[in-house]
């Protein structure tokens, strides 16, 4: 039986996983293929376990983040931004074998991704004998989070360790080409985040259904295979969850996309942040629709003035 959502909520969520620059084009005409597109470019810093850190950090929940940057200035800027939102950043990787990761991403005029193109190759020296090593930070952690930008061995390290030490495991695929290196794990996780294609790779196509019915048959599927709660995102239909008592949909709220990039992180903190502190299953799904629709309303992967007050807002 994996452990609940009660441990002492001052502990720190520790996170692991990718942190880079996220480039991201927003086209101001339609997309015009083999050629230049105007479009507005913005850059800013991202990574899905460094925006749930962020995120984390930022409603007042302790985050420790371990992950890797390249020996660059933008390595050097990224860790100083997240610290200064309030992560630990003490235990994060400077390598000089490959530079920050980056993300580049390209959007339509209703704010939808279109492209998205992302080097990740510095996170290979996040290696399982450096969680060994520093295996104390899973027995002082109230929850793991991981993304599956880890290599399969550092993923089976860290998932092997916060079992050891006793604490919840929130796993997200992160993408559709990465998302099938939780399938040897799904007993162990407590929660898992997928959109609709990512649950599917995880636990198989939903015949004959469309709309939130597949996604709240996903959702269980993936509840019979051992993970305790499912939240599946259905972008403008909001999130289907599932776990063994009960299941459910959060419908989206209303609001203009400026930037799709972090929604997704930003909804899987709160939901982590609302778990930990005793907050009722169905109350947390709803705060975390709201986190993900405050987020869209900004430019970059987290929402700078991110507080409990404003999701409860959102409401």
Not at 5 to 19: D, Q, T, Y
Not at 23 to 39: K, W
Not at 122 to 128: E, M, Q, T, V
Not at 262 to 281: E, K, Q, S, W, Y
């Amino acid at each position: 039986m994996k452990e609940p959502f009660s441990p002492n909520p001052a502990a720190p969520v520790l996170c692991i996983g990718a942190s880079s620059q996220d480039i991201v084009g927003c086209l101001r005409y339609d997309l015009s293929f083999a050629a230049s597109n105007p479009a507005h470019i913005r850059s800013s810093f991202g990574g899905a376990a460094r925006n749930v850190a962020e995120n984390l950090a930022r409603l007042g929940q302790p985050a420790t983040l371990l992950t890797v940057v390249g020996d660059d200035s933008i390595g050097d800027k990224l860790l100083e931004q997240v610290e200064a939102a309030g992560v630990d950043i003490q235990y994060a990787i400077c390598t000089t074998q490959r530079p920050t990761s980056s993300y580049l991403a390209v959007v339509d005029l209703k704010g939808k991704l279109q492209y998205a193109l992302d080097d990740m190759r510095a996170i290979a020296a996040l290696s399982p004998a450096y969680l060994e090593e520093n295996a104390h930070l899973f027995d002082e952690a109230a929850l793991l989070f991981v993304d599956t930008n880890l290599s399969k061995v550092t993923l089976r390290k860290a998932i092997t360790l916060a079992h050891r030490a006793g604490i919840p495991i929130c796993a997200d695929p992160t993408s559709t080409v990465l998302a099938s290196r939780l399938k040897p794990h799904l007993s162990r996780l407590s929660m898992i985040t997928p959109n609709l294609t990512e649950a599917e790779i995880l636990c198989g196509c939903i015949p004959f259904l469309s709309g939130l019915q597949r996604g709240l048959e996903s959702a269980k599927s993936l509840v019979s295979l051992g993970v305790d709660l499912a939240i599946i995102s259905m972008a403008e239909l909001g999130v289907c969850y599932a776990t063994s008592e009960t299941s459910g949909q959060a419908p989206a709220l209303r609001t203009h996309i400026v930037d799709p990039t972090g929604g997704g992180d930003a909804m899987t903190a709160a939901v982590i942040f609302a778990l930990l502190n005793g907050i009722p299953v169905d109350d947390a799904m709803r705060l975390g629709v709201a986190a993900a629709t405050l987020t869209l309303r900004y430019q970059g992967a987290v929402a700078p003035d991110l507080s409990l007050e404003k999701l409860y807002d959102q409401w």
